[in-house]
């Protein structure tokens, strides 16, 4: 009886979730399942890294109020950042465990006042940094587990830590300025497993942040304080993936995993105050090459641009334009003038 008490508890809170999300979404504009083609993008420069020197093994990108861009060099652990014309300002970092190094760069954000947050995975660890000089500002431990991605809390120097297990329930937990936890904030909407729950964070500037779903069209914007302010659905609609277990003889174990014929939907989002732009994936035929872009006040969906070749990763410049990252063969990053 104790047990089928536990189930009927987790389903009555996943229902009661389920309405809440599905309330909520409501209150922002229905989505269509045609996208709006923009104007294409502009081509304004390039900037190719021939000799491993400049951008090295970038795997992410973001904008910067004052040097054009960063990158995160994953091979090296450090961050490097570009200025205007495409030459190499300050990087900052190394592999190690000392102070300014880092174990493996999880995730990467800046804060509305220009601080760059670094997340660490291996040494469970939040590091600041001075994004208009690279000074080292702040080292914290965290007393998380596994750790998955970071956002600016309002409070100077506060961070809201996305946990990298148990995600099917915690959106974020809130730490201090010591790395305790403060606050935990529970997942809106129902998912049903980490993997399916996997998910991208981005700062909207002074107005908080937004979240978008590898396996998942919903979005998600938060306020500073990191409450759900509106929920919606992406342009191209896209439900959570059924899981699939397997027998694994090898181990002798049950391995479950998202079902391999699912759509991923999002592969990476950027944004500034006004506007959220998504790498979308989903079943699309230019899938990896088109950018969707939603009101940040709104969720509105405000149309969609393609670019000429796959995405690794995009920015936002402090000028509105976008910065795109294709690390296929020679590091590449390119900026776009795009037009509404």
């Known amino acids: 009886m104790a047990w089928m008490m536990v189930l009927s508890e987790r389903r009555s809170s996943a229902i009661g979730a389920l309405v809440a999300f599905l309330a909520l979404a ?9 996208r709006r083609w923009l104007p294409e993008p502009v081509l304004s420069a ?17 904008g910067l109020p004052s040097a054009s861009f960063a ?13 205007d014309d ?11 465990e000392g ?29 600041w940094i001075d994004g208009r000089n690279g000074e080292l500002l702040a080292t914290i431990g965290l007393s998380i587990g596994e750790v998955y991605g970071i956002l600016p809390y309002r409070e100077s120097r506060g961070a809201l830590i996305v946990p990298g297990t ?14 305790r936890i403060l606050e935990t904030a529970e997942m809106p909407l129902p998912c049903v497993h980490n993997l399916a729950c996997e998910f991208f964070t981005t700062t909207t500037g002074n107005r908080g942040s937004a979240v978008a779903f590898r396996w998942s069209s919903s979005l998600i914007f938060l306020d500073p304080d990191g409450s759900v302010r509106l929920a ?12 699939k277990t397997y027998e694994v003889p ?31 994936l989903g079943a699309t035929e230019h899938r990896g090459r088109v950018v969707d872009s939603y009101a940040v006040a709104s969720g509105e969906y405000l149309g969609s641009f393609l670019f000429p070749h796959d995405l690794d990763g995009i920015a936002v410049l402090s000028d509105g334009r976008l910065a795109t990252l294709d690390s296929d063969f020679l590091p590449t990053v390119q900026i776009w003038e795009v037009r509404w």
């Open 250 to 280: 090898s181990l002798s174990a049950r391995v479950t995993r998202v079902d391999p014929m699912a759509d991923e939907a999002v592969s990476t989002l950027a944004a500034n105050e006004t506007r959220l732009f998504v790498l979308a």
């Open 71 to 83: 990158v995160v060099d994953r091979g090296a652990n450090t961050i490097r950042t570009i200025n």
């Open 166 to 179: 148990g995600k099917e329930t915690v959106l974020w937990n809130r730490v201090s300025e010591q790395g």
């Open 46 to 62: 390039t900037y190719v890294d021939r000799d491993g020197t400049l951008f090295g093994d970038a795997q992410v990108i973001v």
């Open 26 to 34: 409501q209150s922002v504009n229905a989505q269509s399942d045609q």
């Open 99 to 127: 102070p300014g190094e880092f174990g493996f760069i999880q995730d990467i954000d800046v804060t509305s006042s220009g601080e760059i947050m670094v997340l660490d995975r291996r040494l469970n660890r939040a590091t």
């Open 86 to 96: 495409g030459t190499a300002a300050w990087s900052f970092g190394r592999s190690g």
């Open 232 to 243: 919606t659905e992406g342009i191209e609609q896209i439900a959570f993936p059924e899981m």
